[in-house]
Nanobody, 122 residues
Framework: QVQLVESGGGLVQPGGSLRLSCAAS????????MGWYRQAPGKERELVAG???????NYTDYVKGRFAISRDNAKNTVYLQMNSLKPEDTAVYYC????????????????WGQGTQVTVSS
């Protein structure tokens, strides 16, 4: 069984910063791509940033230059550093990871965290 647990959300003023963390645990053989998504009220879930197992990153246009994704493979953890936050960044943020378990080997399957609320407001 695999779990992804996010932390680091909260309330921050416009222009402020937050750092989200997501740790994967369980019967993990290996992890491929990891990413952060977000879902604002009344909107669909959307990709914010992704990172491959080798460290290559991609970002959606509206967070480029403000957000930075990173990972610690030894800890099975992905991070999202969010700077210069804007009210429109308010959403529930979810982490996602493609994980190969001992049961699913050789296939990777997507797993999701439970979500963490980020609210940007003065």
């Amino acid at each position: 069984q695999v779990q992804l647990v996010e932390s680091g959300g909260g309330l921050v003023q416009p222009g402020g910063s937050l750092r989200l963390s997501c740790a994967a645990s369980g019967t993990i053989f290996s992890i491929n791509a990891m990413g952060w998504y977000r879902q604002a009220p009344g909107k669909e879930r959307e990709l914010v940033a992704g990172i491959t197992s080798g460290g290559s990153t991609n970002y959606t246009d509206y967070v480029k230059g403000r957000f930075a994704i990173s990972r610690d493979n030894a800890k099975n953890t992905v991070y999202l550093q969010m700077n210069s936050l804007k009210p429109e960044d308010t959403a529930v943020y979810y982490c996602n990871a493609d994980i190969r378990t001992w049961n699913s080997y050789p296939n990777y399957r997507p797993y999701w965290g439970q979500g963490t609320q980020v609210t940007v407001s003065s």
